[in-house]
């Protein structure tokens, strides 16, 4: 699992942009012989092996898009200016290497150097739209032979395993999850399992509610990568999720409420087991889940998350632990869930 | 080996402010097949000797600093986290969200991360972070990353050099690792011609805080003329066009009261006849380079300056053209093989 | 250690008038040193020679303290001031203060002051009790220089006490000039001058003795108070030996000799990095054309505060941690 969770994250995939993503999915589903599905706005959904014993409909989600850049406009001198596709914090933009287009060709993002900045300068943040890609391109001439506005542009990192069991890569947010529904689609479930690799989650949850309209399911279960800020001076109620504790369970976020009766056989599932969990200290955010729960006549849903550091950056970070406890902890729940609720 | 692969390669040796005995070695491994003779000082500057054909030979030095901006370890925090503070003039802008190597017992593979936007302060949002508000993620508990990473270790941002189009290369270093090129192009240039005067090529350390190797060398060898090779602000859109060069448009040097004005003459006499294109790099004052230590070394050393244009300086990022680099080596060969000191003083 | 400290801290010295302190010192190393003399800016230099062919061993600790200058004395007869070395107006109001003829006076501020964001020393004053101009002149003229009151005491280990900064260190170096015996290398001990306002004595001293190494013994900064700014030192962990401060990153020949020292004799010490702050190896290591230079650095919370702290056993270490390194044989 986490071979092709490294690799996950080195594909490009950023929102509207997801095809590379999706065709390695495809090809790299251990059992060939599963159907699957590609929608018109470019989910993949794939039906997981059942020995029909219940008739419950389970949709486990994790989307397949991630955060980056877009180019908008290209200078007179060759640079690029751009947007960004989803929440990004500009501040870490400075200093990054990108790459731009298909062909993906090399550029940074620079800044005036510090030598030439007045104290002012050195003190502010630098807004967004006085950032700029350089490509090294001569003018716009050349630049325009290189790359066109709308290009998509994604940060420029390699996946690191590093520390005790702890991988960096780009775009953990949420590949983590696809790997981990990867390896779920190689058991055989008691229910229908529609696993659903969604696009375009970061700019609005915007695949999820096309894919919850297709497969109307009782229960979905959305895995995702979530904020970790466990980190010095964040004061221990704003910390969210702590890294090495466990997958995180939210009872809500700004997008979905938990339902209780999934949220407690998770619960006791993981206290149950043995398996390390904690509770998502905070409530903002969203993810699919938020219009997966209101599609249709309206469906139970959960969250369960595996701890990011610096997510939505180049360098997030997770404890390779905490993702195999992930996949322990929604696995033994599933498996069990008929049972809880009756089905 | 060409060029692209000597960058690369000098660019991946780490070498923060003050820690250059890590690396002295290494760089020394450069110069020594082509010169003459080839040491390290006491202060880890590394110098390479190539002696002059004439009976009376002047001494010429020519500098490239190779130490390079990081950070050092000034603290644990719970965690397996590690406090920072900065070994010369970082931009603590361009370190959020980067990659750093922490050289402590072993080599430790860090991230410096930066807070959440959604759990900033008002003030944060529109201030910068300073550098004692930043903390490195090692990924290991506490007890195993005190065995391994000590208060004081040397941290060097890691982004290897990678190739971009139109000869173009852009990473970490190549301030000033792109004037240690230069130094060892230099040297390969000089193997196949006769110069009558000494030659020393010195790769100097500090010079990103207080310009020690350049004082020391200098003091040290008693030069009769220096030249300076370092890099200088390439153009980027929103700074001060006066103090920018472009790419690939000339090889910048430098004009003011810092550089004797009759040798700097005669440097952009040797750039005309051998076709080198120029640009004037006016210097009212204290060009915050080595020139400044080195023009006022005991009884004074006249100094000129040759620079390469480089883009974003002090982030992973900079830039530089491999075609600038190889203009730059090129110019100062032909320069110090020539008869300068001859030119110059009938002049007087 | 107390009193000898007593006796340093009481003595008079700001930056450029320390004739007073030099005079106390030179009083009691002057039976134990071969060689002594005060160079033309006033640092005092006393030689204990090596017995064998040792190197030469710079060591500095500085004499000046902190202090307010009179600058200009108004017709009420109080008295306008300056910042001698670095003052925080907020610490200096308020204080008892006294010149180097004993007139004492209080340091106030003008009382039309409604946001202490206004506070700047020139808006403050010392006030010695005359009425007018021509009572005050007949004590204090301007230029003369008032330094903070607070004798030292010492307390639950620790000695407290205004300019520790760095009187701690003049008594170290005079510890160890007692206690120093058929040293292998010749230690040439500096008392510097102005090192508070901007390092000054220390540099040409050192161009003038052109040693093989030195080492600079001053106070640092701890991370040990409330709400504090991140710092890895704390009172009683042992001396520091210091990496980096904001002027100097020390020669890794000379930090590493000193750690070495430190674990082989199992004396406590503590690493410094910090981002702020000089002592004299800032100006000693560029001098005659470079001095591999370190410091040892006592912790001490409240720096520039009549009422500096620092731990009694960190500045006895730092005395076992010195005499380790000049006898140790250098290469």
């Not at chain 1, 109620?237 to 949220?263: C, N, Q, W, Y």
């Not at chain 1, 701890?307 to 498996?335: E, G, W």
């Not at chain 2, 120029?278 to 023009?295: D, F, K, S, Y």
């Not at chain 3, 600079?216 to 701890?222: F, I, K, N, S």
Request: proline fraction near 4%; charge should be negative.
């Amino acid at each position: 699992m986490m071979q092709k969770l490294a690799e996950l994250t080195k594909l490009d995939g950023l929102s509207g942009n997801e095809q590379d993503v999706r065709k390695y999915i495809i090809q790299n589903l251990a059992d060939k012989s599963l159907e699957h599905y590609t929608d018109n706005i470019g989910n993949l959904i794939v039906k997981g092996k059942t020995d029909g014993s219940s008739n419950l409909k389970v949709m486990v989600a994790a989307h397949m898009d991630e955060v980056g850049l877009m180019v908008n406009y290209i200078t007179d001198d060759g640079k690029l200016k751009f947007s960004t596709v989803g929440g990004i914090d500009s501040r870490i933009l400075i200093g990054q290497h990108v790459r731009v287009g298909k062909d993906k060709i090399p550029g940074v993002i620079g800044y005036k150097s510090i030598h030439l900045q007045d104290k002012n300068e050195r003190e502010s943040v630098v807004k967004l739209k006085s950032l700029y890609i350089d490509i090294a391109a001569k003018d716009r001439e050349n630049a325009e032979e290189l790359v066109k506005t709308g290009d998509y542009v994604a940060f420029d990192s390699e996946p690191v395993f590093f520390g005790e069991n702890k991988i960096k890569a780009k775009a953990l947010d949420d590949r983590a999850g696809c790997a981990v529904i990867m390896e779920l689609l190689n058991e055989v479930w008691p229910f229908e399992l529609y696993a659903c690799f969604t696009v375009q989650e970061e700019i609005g949850l915007r695949g999820a509610l096309v894919a919850a309209n297709r497969v109307k399911p009782d229960v979905g279960i959305v895995l995702e990568g979530t904020t970790c800020a466990d980190v010095p001076k964040v004061k221990e109620h704003e910390v969210s999720t702590v890294m090495g504790k466990g997958p995180s369970i939210s009872f809500a976020d700004r997008a979905s409420i938990a339902d209780r009766e999934l949220l407690m056989h998770f619960f006791k599932t993981a206290e149950k087991e043995g398996i390390p969990y904690q509770w998502k200290t905070t409530t903002t955010g969203g993810n699919d889940a938020g219009k997966i729960q209101t599609s249709g006549a309206g469906v139970k849903t959960l969250v369960v998350s595996v701890p990011c550091r610096y997510i939505h950056s180049p360098v997030s970070v997770l404890d390779l632990n905490d993702l195999k406890n992930m996949l322990n902890l929604v696995s033994k729940a599933l498996h069990t869930l008929p049972e809880a609720l009756g089905r | 080996m060409n060029t692209e692969t000597l960058v690369k390669q000098l660019c991946d040796i780490n070498a923060p402010v003050g820690n250059e005995n890590l690396a002295a070695e290494k760089i020394k491994s450069f110069f020594g097949p082509l010169c003459d003779k080839a040491y390290i000082d006491r202060f880890f500057n590394v110098i390479g000797y190539k002696k002059g054909t004439s009976s009376d030979p002047r001494k010429i030095i020519i500098t490239a600093h190779y130490d390079q901006i990081g950070m050092i370890v000034s603290g644990y925090e719970k965690g397996g986290f590690l406090r920072i503070s900065n070994l010369g003039g970082v931009d603590t802008k361009a370190l959020l969200a980067s990659e750093v190597i922490v050289h402590g017992r072993e080599e430790v593979y860090g991230v410096i991360g930066a807070k959440p936007p959604h759990l900033l302060k008002e003030s944060e949002i529109t201030k910068n972070v300073k550098i004692d508000e930043l903390f490195i993620d090692t990924g290991f508990p506490d007890d195993v990353l005190k065995q391994k990473v000590s208060i004081g270790d040397p941290v060097s941002i890691f982004s290897p050099v990678i190739s971009m189009k139109n000869g173009c290369v852009a990473g970490k270093s190549l301030d000033n690792r792109a004037g240690v090129a230069a130094l060892v192009l230099i040297l390969k240039e000089l193997q196949n011609v006769k110069h009558p005067h000494d030659i020393y090529v010195v790769a100097t350390v500090q010079e990103e805080t207080d310009l020690l190797g350049a004082l020391t060398s200098s003091y040290a060898l008693e030069p009769d003329l220096a030249v300076v090779i370092d890099v200088c602000h390439g153009d980027m859109p929103e700074a001060d066009r006066a103090q920018c060069f472009p790419l690939n448009k000339g090889i910048p040097v430098a004009i003011g009261p810092a550089f004797h004005s009759e040798y700097t003459n005669a440097l952009f006499e040797v750039a005309k006849k051998e076709r080198i294109a120029t640009q004037r790099c006016i210097e009212p004052g204290n060009p915050g380079t080595e020139a400044w230590a080195i023009q006022v070394s005991r009884l004074g050393v006249p100094t000129v300056e040759a620079s390469i244009p480089l883009r974003y300086m002090h982030t992973a990022a900079e830039l530089v053209s491999l075609q600038d680099i190889e203009n730059a080596a090129v110019l100062v060969a032909r320069y110090v093989s020539g008869d300068i000191f001859k030119t110059t003083e009938e002049t007087d | 250690m107390i009193t000898l400290l007593r006796e340093l801290t009481g003595a008079y010295g700001p930056s450029s008038r320390e004739e007073e302190i030099r005079n106390t010192i030179e009083r009691k190393i002057s039976p134990n040193v071969d060689d002594i003399y005060t160079d033309a800016l006033g640092n005092l230099i006393a030689v204990k020679k090596g017995s064998g062919n040792g190197k030469r061993i710079m060591l500095a600790a500085h004499m000046d303290e902190i202090g307010l200058v009179a600058s200009y004395i108004d017709e009420k007869g109080f008295i306008r001031i300056s910042n001698i070395g670095g003052i925080n107006p907020y610490v200096a109001v308020g204080q008892r203060v006294q010149f180097h003829n004993g007139i004492t006076g209080c340091v106030c501020y003008e009382e039309n002051i409604t946001d202490f964001k206004d506070l700047k020393l020139d808006r403050m004053y010392i006030d010695i009790g005359t009425q007018r101009r021509e009572i005050t002149l007949d004590c204090i003229m301007p230029g003369d220089i008032a330094v903070f009151c607070g004798e030292a005491i010492e307390q639950n280990g620790k000695f407290i006490s205004k300019a520790l900064d760095d009187r701690i260190g003049c008594a170290i170096l005079i510890e160890l000039i007692e206690t120093l015996k058929d040293c292998p290398n010749e230690v040439v001990f500096v008392f510097t001058v102005q090192e508070e306002v901007g390092l000054r004595g220390a540099g040409p001293a050192a161009f003038s003795i052109k040693p093989d190494l030195a080492v600079a013994v001053d106070v640092t900064g701890t991370g040990d108070t409330p709400e504090c700014k991140p710092l890895a030192l704390q009172l009683g962990k042992g001396p520091a030996v210091m990496i980096k401060d904001n002027r100097t990153i020390s020669h890794p020949m000379v930090k590493n000799a000193l750690i070495e020292c430190a674990r082989k004799n199992n004396i406590p010490y503590q690493l410094e990095v910090m981002s702020v702050g000089g002592n004299d190896a800032g100006t000693i290591h560029t001098a005659a054309g470079g001095i591999p230079a370190g410091a040892v650095s006592i912790p001490c919370r409240y720096l520039h505060r009549p009422c500096e702290m620092v731990d009694k056993n960190d500045a006895l270490n730092a005395v076992k941690l010195l005499n380790a390194f000049v006898m140790s044989p250098m290469a």
